[in-house]
């Protein structure tokens, strides 16, 4: 059956900070994408990365600069736990092997016991799994946490799954021009849902 995902589960396993009940779980690429990826050596050999644009320039990156992508996430969390001081975390914090609970099982239910969840898209992220995880999560708790939930996504990108999200799911898009507009733009996420929870505009969650 695996370990079950509660709200107790998560502040005995996150740590303290000054809103220890408000979870705020963040969802994103681990990795950031690279093109060693899709590619082929002898297909990147014929490609003269200098002449490319600047973002696909970045996109034949060193190898070792992949996990790019998670550090954003690292660095968003720590800003949120510090201000307004939710807490925000990663599935990886949650410490639960994929052996036991798969990852997409463990996103639906980090959700569910959530105030808030953010998919965060970087440009630059290796967002495949994402993708599948978001659609999962959608799938099973648009109807009951809708207001719950953001898709943030940097200007670069442009997904026929986040077009259909927003249509289907009537899901909140928000786009984000750099790190410190993520940051602020998911503060107000944090401090609406608060406010509502307070007014009993939402159930607030135990």
Not at 12 to 33: A, C, I, N, T, W
Not at 160 to 171: C, E, G, P
Request: net charge negative; hydrophobic share 40%; proline share 2%.
């Amino acid at each position: 059956m695996g370990v079950e995902i509660t709200r107790d589960v998560l502040a005995k396993r996150l740590g303290e900070v000054k809103y220890d009940r408000f979870f705020f779980y963040l969802m994103g690429p681990y990795k950031s994408f690279n093109l060693n990826y899709i590619l082929s050596e002898d297909e990147r050999r014929e490609i003269d990365v200098d002449d490319l644009p600047g973002p696909l320039r970045q996109l034949f990156r060193n190898k070792e600069e992949i996990d790019a992508a998670q550090a954003l996430l690292r660095r968003v969390q720590g800003q949120l736990r510090a201000d307004p001081g939710v807490n925000a975390f990663l599935a990886l914090d949650v410490g639960i092997d994929t052996d036991e609970v798969d990852a997409v099982t463990q996103s639906i239910r980090c959700a569910r016991c959530s105030n808030a969840t953010a998919f965060v898209v970087p440009f630059l992220g290796h967002n495949f799994g994402v993708g599948e995880e978001a659609g999962s999560v959608l799938e099973n708790l648009a109807d009951t946490h809708g207001e719950r939930l953001v898709f943030v996504h940097e200007d670069d990108v442009t997904s026929a799954m986040i077009r259909s999200a927003k249509v289907r799911w009537d899901l909140r898009v928000a786009t984000y021009d750099t790190e410190a507009e993520l940051v602020a733009k998911l503060r107000r996420v944090a401090g609406d849902i608060m406010h509502r929870e307070r007014r009993r505009d939402l159930t607030q969650l135990e």
